[in-house]
T-cell receptor, first 111, second 115 residues
């Protein structure tokens, strides 16, 4: 079946450090891939997405590349800020179908 | 424009009771999906409604049901509450629910506690 596996958290980084959050997926077809972010007390917000292999999604300094050969969609940011502290969810979906979410990775950035 | 709103934000119920949660999508959106978020299971899809019809359903028991009204507002109902139903319930709205081209906007959620 379809599923998403994220690296376990929590992750704690100092401000301006490099961030990588690993995400791999198992899919029976050709899904779109997403990263969502959840700030404390809020719902999920779309951070970026990629709809086909080799696409790169990017937003607010974050980026992720859809790698079909390694079934991965790792999230990266070159220099994190305190305001990036949140829970990050990797997800996949097919057209007209529901999301399959990973378990989430909590990120804390300390000044 | 206004975002997705969910009411109430917090609920406390006892086992055996039933509960109704409400979701108002962004104006113009016709697709509403519901998710259950728990620390143990993460985010799990409950169901999706589009133009008042249930279009997709996750793997939850029949105690979980929903509906959508002509103005696209949606409600979900949980009957005979169990302790394990304690969770954050999130709804998401979109124009047509096509995940590849349509951005899903999530509400802040309703925190349900079952005692």
């Amino acid at each position: 079946g379809d599923s998403v596996t994220q690296m376990e958290g929590p992750v704690t980084l100092s401000e301006e450090a490099f961030l990588t959050i690993n995400c791999t997926y198992t899919a029976t077809g050709y899904p779109s891939l997403f990263w969502y972010v959840q700030y404390p007390g809020e719902g999920l917000q779309l951070l970026l997405k990629a709809t086909k292999a080799d696409d790169k999604g990017s937003n607010k300094g974050f980026e992720a590349t859809y790698r079909k050969e390694t079934t991965s969609f790792h999230l990266e940011k070159g220099s994190v800020q305190v305001s990036d502290s949140a829970v990050y969810f990797c997800a996949l979906s097919y057209t007209g179908n529901q999301f399959y979410f990973g378990t989430g990775t909590s990120l804390t950035v300390i000044p | 424009k206004a975002g997705v709103t969910q009411t109430p934000r917090y609920l406390i119920k006892t086992r055996g009771q039933q509960v109704t949660l409400s979701c108002s999508p962004i104006s113009g959106h016709r697709s509403v999906s519901w998710y259950q978020q728990t620390p143990g299971q993460g985010l799990q899809f409950l169901f999706e409604y589009f133009s008042e019809t249930q279009r997709n359903k996750g793997n939850f028991p029949g105690r979980f049901s929903g509906r959508q009204f002509s103005n696209s507002r949606s409600e979900m109902n949980v009957s005979t509450l169990e302790l394990g139903d304690s969770a954050l319930y999130l709804c998401a709205s979109g124009f047509d629910g096509d995940r590849a081209r349509d951005t899903q906007y999530f509400g802040p959620g309703t925190r349900l506690t079952v005692l």
